[in-house]
């Protein structure tokens, strides 16, 4: 062990090659393999691709382009759809690595850190699952150390004074924060994040000439850049993305009216432990409040060794955000992944902790590391570790091919006319799904019928199909249709009830409707719930 850790101090570049090539290795053998479908929020945003625009209901555009861009090369599979995780993934690691080892010169706490990142769940789903975090934590990575070497002044001996403050940095906060934002609305944050950090540091040590005043207009250019395409989409589209984000963080709607409630609390802090693992959470919050200690006794160092920038970057940037969404969750319902933006100084503290833990030949130390290395593994080899369905979190992706298969299988034997029979859900996940996973991958609408608004609800719907017939699928097996859809058809068949297979075992259950004679009808809610 002892050896280990001296390789890690004297050859750390070739230990960080080594760790980001076979994980980047080891993704795209995961993604070649088929192991999961898609889940059904990726379909999603493939589907986006078909029909481009400035921004969506949910998200940014960032994501379509990105999957656009993979499918293009790779075609409209899996494997194209998802291969943009893992370059991004890819990125994230070196922009880590370099940002510790060559900006901090803390190169051994560097390699750590890509250990702990490739051990820890949130990043590992990331880095295979092409979802609108995995560009974001990117773009938030590169943002936070262009943050830090923003302020570092012009070295000495050059023709600029030494406390003035260099431009490039603010041009990348600027470039980071905008594309940051046309992922995630999220990104916003770091707005506010990076304006505590130059507040601490003006009182603690002063900032280079001129700071403020970049940093100002770095972040306004930022803001307007990334914002302007959703602003205009949702000036055109009577805001409907921006009263979506607020009926989700509870802002408005129901929840908005129940200031404090106690059932979500427990719920997001099971899914936090779950992102993170119980021992790298521990050595998150260990490290993060070391940091602020450094920050608050005005140390230079400390344990860690943290200087005053460091510890102030890496304190701000993860326990304000990872405390606010726990507390948020007394309020309404938070998503695990909400958090996700504290897990990048997250990481960085985890593996400054675990390189003094390593270092002072800590107790237990090989069975954390053992048992995050273990997950790598079952994560990569997932089919083999023999969980229940109803405990297995990969159940739910799998079944879609199949499902797709008896679609167009039913399609070609229960209708007249196999070219005029359109396919629907009432959920846009479903609806996505379908979209990807039907052979020759249809137009697939999706039926306002009890539900949030969705993507789906801003496109046009079946109505010019008259006459036509459809096949209308739902999760999980049930025994009679909505009235909605009874008032849209002629007639409709009994339930079929599908249930699914995956490499010969079971998966997901369905039920499918045949449906004739499409009259026009297309449910709308009038409630226009976010």
Same mark, same amino acid.
């Given at each position: 062990?002892?050896?280990?850790?001296?390789?890690?101090?004297?050859?750390?570049?070739?230990?960080?090659?080594?760790?980001?090539?076979?994980?980047?290795?080891?993704?795209?053998?995961?993604? #070649?393999?088929?192991?999961?479908?898609?889940?059904?929020?990726?379909?999603?945003?493939?589907?986006?691709?078909?029909?481009?625009?400035?921004?969506?209901?949910?998200?940014?555009?960032?994501?379509?382009?990105?999957?656009?861009?993979?499918?293009?090369?790779?075609?409209?599979?899996?494997?194209?759809?998802?291969?943009?995780?893992?370059?991004?993934?890819?990125?994230?690691?070196?922009?880590?690595?370099?940002?510790?080892?060559?900006?901090?010169?803390?190169?051994?706490?560097?390699?750590?850190?890509?250990?702990?990142?490739? &051990?820890?769940?949130? !990043?590992?789903?990331?880095?295979?699952?092409?979802?609108? $975090? /995995?560009?974001?934590?990117?773009?938030? &990575?590169?943002?936070?150390?262009?943050?830090?070497?923003?302020?570092?002044?012009? +070295?000495?001996?050059?023709?600029?004074?030494?406390?003035?403050?260099?431009?490039?940095?603010?041009?990348?906060?600027?470039? !980071?924060?905008?594309?940051?934002?046309?992922?995630?609305?999220?990104?916003?944050?770091?707005?506010?994040? +990076?304006?505590?950090?130059?507040?601490?540091?003006?009182?603690?040590?002063?900032?280079?000439?001129?700071?403020?005043?970049?940093?100002?207009?770095?972040?306004?250019?930022?803001?307007?850049?990334?914002?302007?395409?959703?602003?205009?989409?949702?000036?055109? /589209?009577?805001?409907?993305?921006?009263?979506?984000?607020?009926?989700?963080?509870?802002? =408005?709607?129901?929840?908005?009216?129940?200031?404090?409630?106690?059932?979500?609390?427990?719920?997001?802090?099971?899914?936090?432990?779950?992102?993170?693992?119980?021992?790298?959470?521990?050595?998150?919050?260990?490290? #993060?409040?070391?940091?602020?200690?450094?920050?608050?006794?005005?140390?230079?160092?400390?344990?860690?060794?943290?200087? /005053?920038?460091?510890?102030?970057?890496?304190?701000?940037?993860?326990?304000?955000?990872?405390?606010?969404?726990?507390?948020?969750?007394?309020?309404?319902?938070?998503?695990?992944?909400?958090?996700?933006?504290?897990?990048?100084?997250?990481?960085?503290?985890?593996?400054?902790?675990?390189?003094?833990?390593?270092?002072?030949?800590?107790?237990?130390?090989?069975?954390?590391?053992?048992?995050?290395?273990?997950?790598?593994?079952?994560?990569?080899?997932?089919?083999?570790?023999?969980?229940?369905?109803?405990? /297995?979190?990969?159940?739910?992706?799998?079944?879609?091919? $199949?499902?797709?298969?008896?679609?167009?299988?039913?399609?070609?034997?229960?209708?007249?006319?196999? =070219?005029?029979?359109?396919?629907? =859900?009432?959920?846009?996940?479903?609806?996505?799904?379908?979209?990807?996973?039907?052979?020759?991958?249809?137009? &697939?609408?999706?039926?306002?019928?009890?539900?949030?608004?969705?993507?789906?609800?801003?496109?046009?719907?079946?109505?010019?199909?008259? #006459?036509?017939?459809?096949?209308?699928?739902?999760? $999980?097996?049930?025994?009679?249709? $909505?009235?909605?859809?009874?008032?849209?058809?002629?007639?409709? =068949?009994?339930?079929?009830?599908?249930?699914?297979?995956?490499?010969?075992?079971?998966?997901?259950?369905?039920?499918?409707?045949?449906?004739?004679?499409?009259? #026009?009808?297309?449910?709308?809610?009038?409630?226009?719930?976010?």
């Amino acid at each position: 062990m002892l050896s280990l850790t001296h390789s890690f101090k004297n050859k750390p570049l070739m230990w960080a090659f080594i760790i980001i090539v076979f994980t980047t290795f080891a993704r795209i053998w995961f993604l #070649g393999s088929g192991q999961l479908n898609l889940v059904q929020d990726e379909a999603q945003y493939w589907d986006w691709t078909r029909n481009m625009q400035l921004t969506y209901y949910s998200k940014g555009p960032l994501i379509a382009w990105i999957i656009s861009t993979w499918t293009f090369i790779f075609g409209n599979t899996e494997f194209g759809v998802r291969f943009g995780s893992v370059v991004g993934s890819m990125i994230t690691q070196m922009v880590l690595f370099w940002g510790m080892a060559k900006l901090w010169k803390r190169p051994s706490a560097a390699v750590w850190t890509l250990v702990v990142y490739n &051990t820890m769940p949130v !990043f590992l789903a990331l880095g295979i699952l092409m979802t609108t $975090d /995995n560009p974001f934590i990117l773009c938030w &990575t590169c943002a936070v150390f262009a943050l830090y070497s923003a302020t570092i002044p012009y +070295s000495p001996g050059i023709e600029r004074d030494s406390n003035e403050s260099r431009t490039l940095p603010f041009v990348l906060i600027a470039f !980071f924060l905008a594309l940051g934002i046309l992922a995630k609305y999220t990104m916003l944050g770091f707005t506010g994040l +990076s304006v505590i950090y130059a507040l601490i540091l003006m009182k603690k040590e002063g900032l280079p000439i001129g700071f403020v005043k970049k940093l100002f207009i770095a972040l306004s250019v930022g803001v307007f850049v990334g914002f302007l395409p959703t602003l205009i989409w949702n000036v055109q /589209n009577d805001f409907v993305g921006y009263k979506h984000v607020l009926y989700l963080i509870g802002a =408005s709607g129901a929840s908005a009216s129940q200031l404090v409630r106690f059932d979500r609390v427990l719920p997001y802090f099971g899914e936090q432990i779950g992102m993170a693992t119980p021992w790298w959470l521990i050595f998150m919050l260990s490290g #993060g409040f070391g940091a602020l200690a450094v920050v608050l006794k005005k140390k230079s160092k400390n344990l860690l060794g943290l200087n /005053n920038k460091q510890a102030a970057l890496l304190s701000v940037f993860f326990l304000p955000v990872w405390f606010f969404f726990l507390m948020w969750s007394f309020h309404t319902k938070v998503l695990g992944n909400w958090a996700v933006i504290s897990y990048v100084s997250g990481v960085m503290l985890a593996g400054l902790v675990f390189d003094a833990f390593w270092n002072r030949r800590g107790h237990l130390r090989s069975v954390w590391l053992f048992l995050g290395i273990l997950i790598f593994g079952l994560l990569h080899f997932q089919n083999l570790v023999p969980l229940p369905d109803h405990l /297995n979190p990969t159940h739910r992706l799998k079944g879609w091919t $199949d499902l797709g298969q008896q679609v167009i299988e039913l399609e070609k034997s229960q209708f007249k006319d196999p =070219s005029k029979v359109f396919i629907m =859900s009432e959920q846009y996940d479903m609806t996505a799904a379908l979209a990807f996973y039907v052979p020759g991958q249809p137009r &697939t609408y999706c039926a306002w019928i009890d539900r949030r608004m969705n993507q789906y609800d801003l496109w046009p719907g079946p109505q010019e199909k008259l #006459g036509w017939d459809a096949i209308y699928v739902l999760k $999980d097996f049930k025994e009679k249709p $909505d009235n909605e859809l009874i008032k849209m058809f002629g007639r409709i =068949s009994p339930p079929i009830h599908f249930q699914t297979t995956f490499r010969g075992k079971p998966a997901r259950k369905f039920t499918i409707y045949l449906c004739y004679d499409y009259n #026009g009808y297309w449910p709308r809610d009038k409630r226009l719930r976010f």
